[in-house]
């Protein structure tokens, strides 16, 4: 920038510091948080400041705002404030911000090349900030998804002992890599606690078997015979075995029954 656009950048951002602790009070009136508000829209508008000064590196100021709006964004979510809420009242924040700038600048009659690189480092901070805010966001919401999935993928893998030594393993829905990898552990470390021989896979539930599913029921069945644990199918239904065989898949060498019932039995392990 020119010098003229230099010295009035920074009379600028003179003048928005010396507005800088009652604009921040202000605007905190209406936060239950007065105080610690405050001093959140104090440090922001003290970055602004040095950025029109321009004292120092934009490359760290921006940086220096992805720290802050992560900061804010965390204290947000610690606070339990829905984000649609939170980004309305930063974007009226935003908005009263630029308009005290706007008023310091008509007053001061700076030059239009003045305010337009007021404008073009402004929207970029704030820009910035507002992106570190929602990624805290998205980062916690992610977080709290996996760990409902991870729950839930918990729960839905219950075995239960039908009589000694001998479980059953219902699966209801499908069966990715995931889920997949948590029976798998699940089924190794309940047949080791409970000193299982023998486990029935409950798949009534299934709705589909493809390659891929059929491969990790597979290996979930080598597994358990490494540690002495014999596996029996149970409840692979018409439509499903019509799908395994046009996909030449194979559970020859397993046990497989229509039914839990008819597996037990079959298995005289109870009489009819």
Known sequence: ????????????GGKINDVKLDFANEMAADF???????NSISEFVGLLMDFLKDTVDEKEVMEEAFVYGKKIGDIALKNGNKLDESINRISSTRRALWGEI???MLKD????????????KFDPLFDKVMYA?????????KENLERAEDEFLTLSAPI????ENI???????GVDEKRAGLLMDKALKEATDRDLNKLFIDLSGVTLIDTMVAYHLYKIVQSLDLVGVTTVLVGIRPEVTQTMVSLGVEFSEIPTY???HQALLKQKLFNQ
């Open 102 to 104: 706007k008023t310091i």
């Open 167 to 173: 479980a059953v393993l219902p699966i209801i829905g």
């Open 258 to 260: 229509g039914s839990l």
């Open 32 to 38: 239950t948080q007065t105080d610690a508000v405050a």
């Open 160 to 163: 239960v002992t039908i009589m």
């Open 109 to 120: 009659q700076v030059k239009l090349e003045t305010a337009l690189e007021a404008a073009e």
């Open 133 to 141: 805010f929602s990624i805290a966001y998205i980062k916690s919401y």
């Open 1 to 12: 920038m020119n010098g003229d656009v230099k010295r009035e950048m920074e009379l600028l």
